[in-house]
């Protein structure tokens, strides 16, 4: 480096801590050397959350919040604003790309056991971004201003009515009014203008509580703890590599190849027949009109099969309600309801494989479930796969304190 740049570097390092955190952070953070295919998804999800953001604001210069015009400025922007159909698009791909990323960031978490010690409040952390990430999206999904944007922010808004005695009053609270209105739209619209920047401060968090603990591996195996010594540095972790440049030109390779697929959607299946953009939005909402079929997008529907699963109790869908939310809530004990003696699945036993395995299933049937409409057959399968869900998380304690696990090497593997 040059002697006016490091002069430079050296008048700002003795007013911020630049090198000293680029250090702590990239390259001299070590993360483990067996990272596969699934350490992946956390960068993507940072670039997908990025793309979000980028792209909303530049919607949000076009795009009028209120009832009468939201419509016809989604239009507008497709039809007349310079690139607008590209960057509508970029936005509503974005949106089902971000969640296909973080479903299989969470599923890589199951793998290794990455909600264990010392990551629980990572974990946790991450549950909260999810929940953030939920609200985004359903405040967003109203602004089209669509039938289906207007008909499912009904049924969903509707849901707190179920609540005894305040849902009502909670309802009209969310919504600003009796009904899906101007009021609505424009609040919904400021919530998912705030949103994504909570969600970033969130991340900020996730990462510092990340590299606090240091990286999870294949093997669920701590390299802190382990020998220290390797061709950097005498005191790194011997199973350790520099995060940088080996991890960023890794995490490089997997966003072109993601932005790659990204494009093909956005330019040749943008409402990827029907699942990212449902055929219903393309008309106005009209609230005197219902749609023959209202379904959440997919990134919600394995929820929405469980709601519909539960029987209303005394004509209210509260206890589906219920059901609906601690499907999510129960995320935050995962930490504490797992009681192997081993983190990674690698090493787990039988039950354990076979459990995840039904669970990736079982979520997956569920979402399915949730778009098709409401039959005597699907209620009894979503009534069956509900209960396969919470059982992964329920009989947890006992498959994984009772069964015979694999003993895990000393060191990673690769
Ligand atoms: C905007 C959303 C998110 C972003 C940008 C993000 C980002 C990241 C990044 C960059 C990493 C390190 C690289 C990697 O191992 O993948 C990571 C690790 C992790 N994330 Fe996230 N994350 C997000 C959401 C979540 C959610 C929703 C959860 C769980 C509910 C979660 C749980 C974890 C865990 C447990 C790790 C540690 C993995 C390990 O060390 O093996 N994250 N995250």
Redesign the pocket.
Known sequence: MSAEKTENLSWIDKRFPLTETWKAHFSDYYAPKNLNFW?F???L??LT?VIQIVSGIWLAMSYKPSAAEAFASVEYIMRDVEWGWLIRYIHSTGASAFFIV?YL??F??LL?G??RKP?EL??II??V??LA?MATAFFGYLLPWGQMSFWGAQVIVNLFAAVPVIGDDLAVWVRGDYVISDTTLNRFFAFHFLLPFV?AAL?FL??VA?HHVG???PDGIEIKAGPKGNRWSDTAPADGIPFHPYFTVKDLVGMVVFLALFSVVVFYAPTLGGLFIEAPNFQPANPFQTPEHIAPVWYFTPYYAMLRAVPPMYGSQFPGVVVMFLAILI?FALPWLDRSKVKSMRYKGVFSKFMLGMFAVTFVVLAWLGLQPSTPLYTLMAQIFTALYFAFFLLMPIYTSIEKTKPVPERVTS
């Open positions: 350490s998804f956390g960068s999800a940072i959350l973080i960031h969470m890589r978490a290794w990455s909600y990551r990572l974990w991450g549950v971004i999810y990430m969600l991340v996730h990462i990340l990286s999870n591996n995320l």
